[in-house]
């Protein structure tokens, strides 16, 4: 998430205590046997896909594989004393943010990202000059990175400055993995270059997974049905599921790239080769939490401080420490190493954040922790990642994933050109899928047209902005 020069990593959110959220319940009708038109997938895509299509006096049904709504945004409130959000939970550019006046038509409170950052050098945190330093490097290297998008699509740790010195590392870290969940030798420049600003955050206090699921209360959601196959064609479309078969006139499709290249899904006749080539080269990236409970501060950071290292390699990761004034502490990890960590499993994830705070505090983290939770979306079997990132040359093809296919329509994250890896990226994602779908079919009753996907922001002052690492900006929202 790009920021000024002021503003760097000014991340940080309190998410304040809050009632006991009451998961949705499953729907207990038997399937439907038709519709006019089927969502599969009920993360904030398929929720906003199909609240469009109701508010149009259509008929839609929602077919969701998991047990819950929320997709990539899940909260969890009962492991700590506070929700926590095990997926994205960050919506920024919150004065144009889709969801931000949904969640306050909700009763949900909003709160902003607050500042408060430090980088760490071992035992102590950076002297000022050295962080401006750091900033220094950080301007040079997201420069460097636009210069050769206007040229061409390559990959974004070649074109690094070559004399980044002890910056080094945490430049490559805070541009690819905490960012994007992807190296920079597996990042597109032009993908990078497209994104658009993203100055200011803010979540739900109830978390941000509550909220997708609030929003998805009163449509015809089906829980645990897992669509097997989609058969469509120019006139009309037909989904499989344990639970029956749905035949519909269109089918909007909210699966990861990940799902969607992986044959979870069949398709009859397969999807278009272009939008499966395009899929593959904006593969999901890999992006976990390891959340700590340390009673007493053990570290002596300050309410919703946001910490990084000088590092010398992306076997590190961000800190969130007292979130919203708990004892509750988040370690992101990301990229390549995050994902190797993650498939060693909990107890190596929980081992490395221990050690990971001890390197940089000297405290005995291991004896402290009181509660630990972490997450693991590549195993995730209906995500399989975190967000999407364009492997070189392949930031062109999320227009690709835009295009209709006879009744079929794709949406997610994946498919907006400057959102992408956003909350709101999806869910702008799902609304246009729904317009185009209802065109297709022939009305859109009552429904007010899609805003326009905002374009990216050109300006000088991007040469000069730096990337804010994500709060979950995974999906960076």
Not at 446 to 473: C, F, I, V, Y
Request: glycine share 12%; hydrophobic share 45%; with cysteine.
């Amino acid at each position: 998430m790009p920021v000024t020069r002021r503003g760097f990593m000014s991340l940080s959110l309190g998410l304040a205590a809050a009632g006991p959220f009451r998961p949705f319940q499953a729907w207990a009708a038997p399937l439907p046997r038709d519709a006019d038109i089927v969502v599969i997938g009920a993360g904030a895509a398929g929720i906003a896909a199909a609240r469009r299509i109701a508010a149009a006096g259509r008929k839609v049904v929602v077919i969701e594989a998991t047990g819950q709504i929320g997709g990539r945004c899940q909260t969890d409130s009962a492991t700590f004393d506070r929700p926590f959000d095990r997926g994205a939970w960050w919506m920024y550019n919150p004065d144009s943010h889709p969801l931000v006046k949904l969640a306050r038509g909700a009763g949900m409170d909003i709160a902003s990202a607050s500042q408060g950052q430090k980088i760490r050098i071992g035992r102590r945190n950076a002297r000022a000059g050295e962080a401006e330093d750091f900033l220094a490097t950080l301007v040079r290297a997201n420069r460097a990175i636009d210069d050769a998008a206007r040229r061409s699509d390559i990959a974004c740790a070649a074109v690094l400055p070559k004399d980044l010195g002890d910056w080094g590392g945490a430049t490559e870290f805070l541009l690819g993995p905490a960012s994007t969940g992807k190296d920079l030798k597996d990042l597109s420049v032009g993908d990078q270059f497209r994104a658009q600003h993203r100055d200011a955050a803010a979540a739900p206090r109830q978390g941000l997974g509550t909220l997708i699921a609030k929003l998805g209360e009163g449509l015809p959601v089906a829980l645990s049905t897992p669509a097997t196959r989609v058969v469509w064609s120019n006139r009309d479309a037909s989904v499989e599921t344990s639970a029956g078969t749905i035949t519909a006139r269109a089918v909007i499709v909210t699966a990861s790239t990940n799902v969607l290249t992986s044959g979870k899904i069949k398709f009859a006749p397969e999807l278009p080769k272009r939008q499966l080539d395009a899929a593959a080269k904006l593969s999901l990236g890999s992006y976990d939490h390891i959340a700590l409970d340390l009673p007493g501060n053990p570290l002596g950071l300050s309410r919703d401080d946001v910490l990084m290292e000088q590092s010398r390699d992306n076997r590190t990761a961000m800190l969130y420490a007292n979130i919203g004034g708990s004892s509750l502490c988040m370690l992101d990890v990301g990229g390549s190493f995050g994902h190797d960590l993650a498939g060693q499993g909990e107890t190596a994830m929980v081992a490395f954040a221990t050690e990971w705070l001890v390197k940089l505090f000297g405290s005995d983290i291991a004896g402290i922790v009181k509660r630990s939770s972490v997450t693991r979306w590549d195993t995730a079997p209906y995500v399989m990642g975190a967000m999407s990132a364009a492997a070189p040359g392949g930031q062109a093809g999320r227009r690709v994933l835009m295009e209709p296919s006879g009744a079929l329509f794709l949406a997610g994250e994946a498919t907006h050109e400057t959102l992408w890896g956003t909350v709101g990226g999806a869910w702008e994602s799902g609304e246009r899928a729904a317009d185009a779908a209802l065109n297709r079919i022939g009305g859109i009753r009552g429904a007010e047209p899609a805003k326009p996907e905002r374009p990216a922001r050109r300006s000088r002052a991007k040469s000069d902005a730096l990337p804010r690492a994500p709060g979950l900006a995974w999906p960076r929202t």
